[in-house]
């Protein structure tokens, strides 16, 4: 868990970045209709999860750094006996100053009669412009109503910035208590692959094995999963983000899995291939080793101090040798590197950070160069060849052939952590577990 502490430290982080004379205004995530009047399950965004552990939808934080009367504000909706007995229980504005540290908290229908009086005599606004327009137009209509008394007086903010840059340079850098949490997302999520593997027979749907992956996830009180579970068999496992997860497994064929939970807000991210029927045919295997040795090269070169690309390099040069040694590609490695041969067969990077979302926040290059890799980061390295079943430069015997696999990564002062160690990867571990 995170403590109401780590909450406040980074409230404290953040308002020093920003600095005396602006404030930071951050929206709750917005309920979503399903049908009719059923909705999505609800998540917090994660910024406003990040910034205060507070659940609620209708919420609206504020960070004013050097405010005497408080400077974390929270608008959110008021205690409601009748909603809480339908919907579930409110903090409303006491929970949020008892429960979140808010030094001071509104109803959220008095936010328009409230937020432009703290906008007043600020010289920045810090938000996430351009991400839900009817914030933004919110906004605007908060800074009109000061810029309409600038008769009396009132000095209206002549400075809108862009907070997700600073904001998420601090969420990239992991801490102690977030790397336990994605220690425990990916320990369930490799448990998950692991009973799948099991699972796995030859006439079984696709949607079965999701089953029993989710199974782990809910077992484990992951909340929901990081992303929508991927299970591909066959020629399925060339499509990258394949969801409909419907066809039945044949013998012979390969199945590719790319799922993990989320747990307590942290996302774990896992795909392992492995044979529907436990054994690995010999071109399988050649596809899969091969994928497996550029994973481990980039897994090598996730270190402190490479760039962000070495990994995404790294396993480019393993499977572009391997393809060529295989008969796949033809010609110098070299050469077909520099012409980007290998993206007919592996088309998409390496790895992407990875934190509260699957795809996590943090910026990869910096002044136009990729930037640094640091202690603190977390990513995934992902490499995958997929041969599509109609190609018709390979031979036959390679076609629809599609193989990823992928871990988490921490990078540490040492070297490196993989999260996700937990599930096997080698041809010889993945048979035993499955033939166990
Ligand atoms: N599961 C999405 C990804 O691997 O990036
Ligand atoms: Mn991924
Ligand atoms: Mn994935």
Redesign the pocket.
């Known amino acids: 868990m995170i403590s109401s502490k780590e909450f406040a430290r980074r409230r404290k982080d953040l308002m020093a970045m920003i600095g005396k004379n602006a404030i930071a205004i951050v929206p709750a995530a917005v309920e979503q209709t399903r049908s009719r009047d059923t909705l999505y399950p609800y998540r917090q965004s994660s910024d406003f999860h990040y910034l205060s552990g507070f659940p609620e939808p209708e919420a609206v934080l504020v960070l004013i750094p050097g405010r005497a009367q408080g400077q974390f504000i929270v608008f959110c909706r008021e205690r409601d006996r009748e909603r809480e007995t339908w919907d579930g229980y409110r903090a409303g504005p006491e929970g949020a100053c008892e429960q979140y540290g808010a030094d001071d908290a509104f109803p959220i229908a008095d936010i328009d009669d409230i937020l432009p009086g703290l906008l007043e005599g600020k010289a920045k606004v810090y938000s996430a412009i351009g991400k839900d327009k009817d914030f933004d137009q919110q906004l605007m209509e908060w800074v009109n109503s000061v810029r309409a008394k600038a008769r009396t007086g009132a000095v209206s903010p002549g400075e809108f910035v862009d907070l997700d840059h600073l904001l998420h340079e601090s969420r990239l850098f992991k801490k102690p208590a977030e790397l336990k949490l994605m220690r425990k997302a990916a320990k369930i999520s490799a448990e998950a692959h692991c009973r799948a593997m099991r699972a796995s027979k030859p006439g079984l749907n696709e949607y079965q094995l999701q089953a029993e992956i989710e199974h782990t996830f809910a077992m484990e009180g992951a909340s929901f999963p ?2 929508t579970s ?1 299970v591909g068999g066959g020629d399925n496992a060339c499509i990258l ?1 394949y969801v409909e997860n419907n066809q039945p497994l044949n013998d012979g064929d390969l199945v590719l899995i ?3 939970c989320e747990y307590q807000y942290y996302a774990a ?1 896992i ?1 392992r291939t492995f044979p529907v029927n436990g054994r690995f045919s010999p071109e399988q295997k050649a596809i899969y080793e091969l994928v497996l040795k550029a994973q481990l090269a980039g897994i090598e070169a996730a270190q402190a101090g490479n760039h962000w690309d070495a990994p995404h390099q790294a396993t480019v040069k393993v499977i572009t040798a391997g393809l060529v040694k295989l008969g796949l590609l033809k010609g110098s490695v070299k050469k077909l590197i520099a012409a980007g041969a290998y993206s007919e067969f592996y088309m ?1 990077r390496a ?2 950070w990875l934190g509260m979302d ?2 996590d926040v943090g910026d990869y290059k910096v002044d136009g160069e990729w930037r640094l890799l640091e202690p603190g980061m977390v990513m ?1 390295i ?1 490499p995958g060849i997929y041969i599509a079943p109609d190609c018709k430069k390979v031979a036959k015997k390679w076609r629809g052939i599609g193989v ?1 696999i ?1 871990d988490d990564v921490a990078i540490t002062r040492k070297g490196t952590e993989v999260l996700t160690a937990g599930v096997p990867k080698t041809v010889a571990e993945i048979e035993a577990l499955m033939a166990a």
Request: hydrophobic share 20%.
């Open positions: 990081a992303y991927i983000h790319d799922a993990g991210d795909t998409h790895g992407h699957v795809h995934t992902e990823r992928e």
